[in-house]
């Protein structure tokens, strides 16, 4: 017959081991950076640049606003000259007005770690004008001074005009979410592109690969038609952009892009992508005599695998005294 302290000491070994079955999940990403763009000023005014013009984004600094704000004077990013501003939290990242000839980029000019892959996610409206010309999203080499985005127009702020307008500078991907549809078209490439692109195609998401000055930025894949990118009103327009970049756990590594969570377009990973240890990023948008309100809200870069090493499992459960 077991003693009680034997009795004792098995209930303890058994509890102890069904409690660390009990444990606390780790997660399994790691967030990276989290802007909302809905309130009158960002969370961290230092790391962000912003501006715009009438052209190719020279002597208008200011153009990108926010809907919430109206400290026109404001920096980085000043509030939006709207009369009535949006609600605190209910606001946007205004990069254009639905006025002719204008460009407006805002970026995010502090180095993040590309280990583990990025799971990126933000809303996006293109809304109250007459159909042009759309946002990008963009990511640079961590190791750039990010201080200005590529050339404006249907280049939409990440890739060179015409082999001409430099592209934004040491960029390993770019992202249209292209209403007008010249993000696709051939003077959206720089020099040394074997395929530059098929030519304006509206209503499509568009992915460019890395460039530098007047060179690369070429064409690596597009969505079908997805439907009107924009609409009459923020809400009829609202979409939500994923974009995911896998993890260095995969063996053939892709960039995805997705579109209120269907994927539309997937892209192998370019080469200068997958051997860059950190990025910054922007957006930028564009009008031409075709306009509209681009707006972005909502960001969220995660890593999609954990870049930080997890703590120990904590044991849950009841305090065990013997």
């Not at 127009?153 to 592209?167: F, M, Q, V």
């Not at 681009?294 to 120990?312: D, F, H, K, R, Y």
Request: aromatic residues 8%; charged residues 10%; glycine residues 16%.
């Amino acid at each position: 017959m077991r003693s009680p302290t034997t009795r004792r000491g098995m209930v303890f070994a058994l509890a102890l081991t069904a409690a660390f079955a009990l444990t606390v999940n780790v997660a399994a990403s790691d967030t990276l950076t989290v802007e909302s763009f809905t309130n009158a000023t960002v969370t961290d005014p230092a790391v962000w640049v912003a501006g715009g013009s009438g052209g190719n984004f020279t002597g208008w600094p200011g153009e990108a606003c926010l809907t919430a704000g109206t400290d026109t004077s404001q920096s980085p990013i000043a509030g939006c000259d709207l009369g009535t501003p949006d609600t605190a939290g209910s606001g946007t990242l205004r990069l254009t007005p639905a006025t002719t000839g204008r460009a407006g980029f805002t970026l995010h000019n502090s180095a993040l770690t590309t280990a583990g892959g990025l799971d990126i996610t933000f809303q996006q409206a293109q809304w109250g004008g007459s159909g042009a010309d759309g946002i990008s999203f963009f990511l640079v080499d961590g190791a750039t001074n990010l201080t200005q985005p590529g050339a404006s127009g249907g280049a939409l702020g990440y890739a060179s005009g015409n082999g001409i307008t430099p592209g934004v500078a040491n960029g390993l991907i770019g992202v249209g979410i292209d209403t007008w549809g010249n993000f696709s078209a051939t003077g959206s490439s720089g020099s040394g592109c074997s395929n530059p692109g098929p030519g304006q195609t509206p209503n499509r998401v568009v992915v460019r690969g890395p460039g530098n000055g007047t060179v690369g930025y070429c064409f690596l894949g597009t969505s079908g038609d997805v439907g009107d990118l924009d609409g009459a009103s923020r809400a009829a327009a609202t979409k939500t952009v994923r974009v995911v970049f896998d993890p260095d756990t995969v063996a053939a590594r892709n960039v995805t892009v997705y579109l209120d969570g269907v994927q539309v377009v997937q892209v192998p990973a370019p080469a200068e992508l997958i051997a860059a240890t950190s990025f910054k990023f922007g957006f930028s948008a564009a009008t031409g005599d075709v306009t509209n309100n681009n707006e972005v809200w909502n960001l969220t870069i995660e890593s999609v695998n954990p870049v930080n090493p997890p703590a120990p499992p904590v044991p849950v459960g009841p305090n065990f005294t013997g």
